[in-house]
């Protein structure tokens, strides 16, 4: 009964080639997120779509596309696979993205660990 | 703009001991701050947060954060560490405009010695 779920779990391909993570959220959240953590733990936020509207988008390749079929899902594909892609990435939802609420709390998947050979 | 310092990169007690992980913040409007925690080799959790409520905030397993507007810190406490305590904390800020980031600190490495 996992709140918010990532797939797949680990994923090795080779540079060049292209990828999908999949994310799905069952707390009926409206906004979700994507980060991405680099070999030093830093995390980053990549982007946010609140009720499927793209709302924060940071300098992130043009290779990378988050597309979202509907709010519980966040998909983020990858063109063009380069070696320093390799990370770990997680994604997260939270209730409230407009307002200081007590809701705004965001909670991760269990991450996916990309290696690009 | 939004930032946030940890100011160790790695702190080590011993079991039975304080824990103390320190964090700053900066931000152009009144913040809401969290502490999460990651566990090798698992996703991040959340371990308590401030929202202008209470400036002395508790969270799961033992720990409190107090928030200090003047010193501009959410310090992460816990009276005495436990070996499962062993894991990556993060601070993290959020600022209250529309599409403000979860900002995060670079994290902390807490290690627990028997």
């Known amino acids: 009964d996992t709140a918010v779920s990532q797939t797949p779990k680990y994923l090795v391909t080779q540079m060049g080639n292209d990828k999908s993570i999949k994310c799905e959220q069952n707390?009926?959240?409206?906004?979700m997120y994507w980060y991405k953590q680099d070999s030093k733990k830093f995390l980053k936020i990549m982007f946010s779509y609140n009720n499927k509207e793209l709302i924060i988008n940071e300098t992130v390749p043009n290779r990378f596309s988050p597309k979202s079929p509907d709010k519980a899902h966040l998909n983020l594909h990858i063109n063009s696979l380069e070696l320093g892609d390799s990370a770990v990435y997680f994604c997260?939802?939270?209730?409230?993205?407009?307002?200081?609420?007590?809701?705004?709390?965001?909670?991760f998947g269990p991450g996916t660990r990309l290696l690009v050979l | 703009a939004q930032s946030v310092t940890q100011l160790d990169s790695h702190v080590s007690v011993s079991e039975g001991t304080p824990v103390l992980l320190r964090c700053n913040y900066s931000?152009?409007?009144?913040?809401?701050l969290f502490w999460y925690v990651q566990h090798p080799n698992k996703g991040l959790q959340l371990l308590l947060k401030y929202t202008s409520a209470a400036t002395l905030v508790k969270g799961i397993n033992g720990f409190e954060a107090e928030f200090k507007k003047s010193e501009t810190s959410f310090h992460l406490t816990k009276p005495s560490a436990h070996m499962s305590d062993a894991a990556e904390y993060f601070c993290?800020?959020?600022?209250?405009?529309?599409?403000?980031?979860?900002?995060f600190g670079p994290g902390t490495r807490l290690s627990v010695l028997p």
């Open positions: 707390l009926g959240h409206d906004t």
């Open positions: 997260a939802s939270s209730q409230a993205v407009m307002v200081r609420t007590s809701e705004e709390t965001q909670y």
């Open positions: 931000s152009s409007y009144s913040p809401s």
């Open positions: 993290v800020v959020r600022g209250y405009n529309y599409g403000q980031n979860f900002v």
